[in-house]
């Protein structure tokens, strides 16, 4: 039985989801973080069960979803990470769980964002009233790892909180425990909180490995997780993000922050149907991926041969480097010319010139992907 469907282009424009019904009719979308694969059954019949019940009232508290408890055992049986589930807080999406924990857990100072990044985590922090100060990732290093010089640098000068992305969104990048652990280091050494996005840890894909940053921190060190089962699962429009707080006392700060919880009932049903069923889904889905990374990868290498893209080792983005191109704004040349839409948002100090593209499709539009931007770079 074949569990991964890709929908048809139709489908998809008829959906009114971003992704595609944004893009002109002779445009292929390749963007934003949205796949084309239909839903897991699972989650589609929770979804409809909880619709024909009248579950569309305000999201109820967290300890009646379940959601807490089937994150903890989905950590537990992945990653060896073990929590109390009483010290998950529900949220809309993990862009709102970072402000709430920079508005009730960080200290006064500014915060550190490695960069490149997730175009959000940039904009977040000023609307959390906190100071924003960027640490590049070299993009000409052999490898993406953190600068921890300079993130050291930033905390010598009165920086009190680091939000990382592991696994990276936009690098896609896989950090392995000995650097997890020598960031540690240097955020303990600090007292720094860490928050740690891990949205995209249940899409780790073959020959990675996914350590949580919590998993490495020292008991009683200043560390949030924040995630969701949405990137996965496919469902970003049912907002439900969980924080994994340190402590009983964090998690009880978050819960008395005074605003509506941002996470909707439909969410924590699809959540939990996520975690505690959506695993024959998700392995087909990482199985396909691992075969779209390498038919990508190829194609890049025979068709856009001056690009540069680090092995793709979680997420379905891959971040392309196109500065050898020249082009003033690769994004937009590859749909001005190309009529293929990547994902050009501004990623921050060391992204310039780079696009993300996402291979969540089939290998047909990947085929198609590559061959449009060959037409508006290889000129």
């Known amino acids: 039985m074949n569990l991964l469907r890709v929908r048809t282009e139709a489908e998809l424009r008829a959906s009114g989801c971003i992704k595609w019904s944004e893009a002109p009719a002779d445009v ?33 508290a967290d300890a009646t979803t379940g959601v807490g408890e089937a994150l903890a055992n989905f950590a537990s049986a992945q990653w060896d990470w073990a929590f109390d589930p009483r010290r998950v807080v529900l949220a809309g999406d993990v862009v709102d769980a970072i402000s709430r924990v920079l508005a009730t857990l960080a200290e006064e100072g500014p915060v550190i964002v490695p960069t490149p990044a997730y175009p959000p985590f940039l904009t977040v922090v000023g609307h959390a009233g906190r100071r924003l100060v960027t640490v590049p990732i070299d993009p000409d290093a052999v490898e993406a790892t953190h600068d921890l010089v300079g993130i050291e640098r930033e905390l010598r000068a009165g920086a009190r909180t680091i939000v990382l992305c592991n696994p990276h969104n936009p690098w896609g990048r896989s950090f392995p425990r000995e650097e997890l652990e020598a960031l540690r280091d240097v955020a303990e050494a600090h007292g720094a909180l860490v928050i740690s996005d891990e949205i995209h840890a249940p899409l780790t894909l073959p020959g990675a490995t ?59 049903v699809a959540s939990r149907a996520a975690y505690e069923l959506g695993g024959p889904w998700r392995a087909a889905l990482l199985d396909q991926l691992d075969a779209n990374r390498t038919l990508f990868t190829e194609l890049v290498s025979g068709r856009l041969p001056r690009a540069r893209m680090r092995p793709l080792e979680a997420t379905y983005l891959a971040f ?7 082009l003033a704004s690769p994004g937009e040349a590859a749909l001005e010319r190309g009529r293929v839409w990547v994902d050009h948002r501004p990623w921050g100090p060391g992204g310039e010139g780079h696009v993300r593209v996402n291979l969540a499709t089939s290998p047909e539009r990947i085929e198609q992907i590559v061959e449009r931007l060959a037409a508006a770079w290889e000129r």
């Open 28 to 60: 292929l979308p390749a963007w934003v973080a949205e796949m084309d694969f239909a839903v897991a059954e699972p989650i589609t019949a929770a979804l409809h069960e909880a619709v024909d019940g009248g579950c569309l009232g305000y999201g109820p």
């Open 210 to 268: 996914h350590v949580p940053y919590a998993a490495v921190a020292t008991p009683g060190a200043r560390v949030v997780t924040v995630t969701s089962a949405t990137k996965t699962w496919n469902m970003p429009g049912v907002k439900c993000a969980q924080i994994v707080c340190g402590s009983a006392e964090d998690a009880q700060r978050l819960r008395d922050y005074p605003m509506h919880p941002g996470q909707s009932s439909l969410g924590a």
């Open 320 to 326: 392309l480097d196109a500065r050898a191109y020249g």
